[in-house]
């Protein structure tokens, strides 16, 4: 059975520093585009990072750029979400999801995704 398997969440304060990762098991991704969305309380699934297969383009959600770096290592089959700068309306779960095409910025273009990691930020 193919999973992503989600880490690095967590409690921080506002200006911290947090790095999530997403390593699959049951087959490789390199092969796949990689995203990182977010559902904070009460809201839906929102597009966060994205990252071509070979890590060469990646994409952002206006709210995160500049502070948020998404990056992958293809030789140890993970995908990480460096989050700097962290703003309490960051606070959310995070998925990491897997694409095999189409416009990353939507939930429909991933085949599979995460259980998600808490990551919360206090003020």
């Known amino acids: 059975q193919v999973q992503l398997v989600e880490s690095g969440g967590g409690l921080v304060q506002a200006g911290d520093s947090l790095r999530l990762s997403c390593a699959p098991s049951?087959?490789?991704?390199?092969?796949?585009?990689m995203g990182w969305f977010r559902r904070a309380p009460g809201k839906g699934r929102a597009f966060v990072a994205a990252i071509s297969w070979s890590g060469n383009t990646t994409y952002y959600a206006d709210s995160v750029k500049g502070r948020f770096t998404i990056s992958r290592d293809n030789a140890k089959n993970t995908v990480y979400l460096q989050m700097n700068s962290l703003k309490p309306e960051d606070t959310a779960v995070y998925y990491c999801?897997?694409?095999?095409?189409?416009?990353?910025?939507?939930?429909?273009?991933?085949?599979?995704w995460g259980q998600g990691t808490q990551v919360t930020v206090s003020s």
């Open positions: 999801a897997a694409s095999s095409g189409g416009n990353l910025y939507y939930v429909p273009s991933y085949d599979y």
């Open positions: 049951g087959r490789t991704f390199s092969s796949y585009a």
